[in-house]
């Protein structure tokens, strides 16, 4: 199972707008809903943003937002603030999980 | 409030085995709601899935590491373990464990995650 396609890299200014792509295939990413997007700062565990492709938990901002077109998924911040900065991954799970590679995001 | 707390040796032996322990604390171990899972991050490096388990202990694993891996749930201790057996260098990461919802397959909660070295 080949990790899921990420951008290494994204920035944007304090109030911008930013996507980050999640490119899979049928069999994941295209084949069901169950993506998700997690948010790592340095030296810190993961933390989920996205479930099932567009769904909030509970305490996160609604800044961030997803969607899903084919075999993409993307995750939306909006009004960017210097505490965005983080690293970004995706998920796919079908039975087995996948991950993206991660992309960097930078707030200049 | 669930928390999910890694413990082990921080430093393998190369062709030894790497055992690591989830304990879950303020949440029902035995609900039919939720995986137990492990993740690697090797340094400077992206997310890696390792395997996850039912509360039942019908596991599944990352294809990549099967032939090495065995995890195992204790219901009894509220916690479950990772093997992997005949590590190498390559096997130097941060070892998470987090809980995943089996409706959404999200992991919602995640340790503070244990660096493990393998080195002679």
């Known amino acids: 199972q080949s990790a899921l396609t990420q951008p290494a890299s994204v920035s944007g200014s304090p109030g911008q707008s930013i996507t980050i792509s999640c490119t899979g295939t049928n069999s994941d990413v295209g084949g069901y809903n169950l993506v998700s997007w997690y948010q790592q700062h340095p030296g810190k565990a993961p933390k989920l943003m996205i479930y099932e492709g567009t769904k909030r938990p509970s305490g996160v901002s609604n800044r961030f937002s997803g969607s899903k077109s084919g075999n993409t998924a993307s995750l939306t911040i909006s009004g960017l603030q210097a505490e965005d900065e983080a690293d970004y991954y995706c998920?796919?799970?079908?039975?087995?999980?996948?991950f993206g590679g991660g992309t960097k995001l930078a707030v200049l | 409030q669930v928390q999910l707390q890694e413990s082990g040796p921080g430093l393998v032996k190369p062709s030894q085995t790497l055992s690591l322990t989830c304990n879950v604390s303020?949440?029902?171990?035995?609900?039919?709601?939720?995986?137990w899972s492990w993740i690697r991050q090797h340094p400077g490096k992206g997310l890696e899935w390792i395997g996850y388990i039912f509360y039942s202990g019908s596991a599944h694993y990352s294809p990549s590491l099967k032939s090495r891996l065995a995890i195992s749930v204790d219901t009894s201790k509220n916690h479950f373990s990772l093997k992997m057996s005949s590590v190498t260098a390559a096997d130097t990461a941060v070892y998470y464990c987090?809980?995943?919802?089996?409706?959404?397959?999200?992991?919602?909660?995640w340790g503070q995650g244990t660096m493990v070295t393998v080195s002679s």
């Open positions: 303020g949440d029902s171990f035995n609900s039919g709601t939720y995986f």
């Open positions: 998920c796919s799970y079908a039975g087995i999980v996948v």
């Open positions: 987090a809980r995943v919802t089996v409706r959404q397959g999200a992991f919602d909660i």
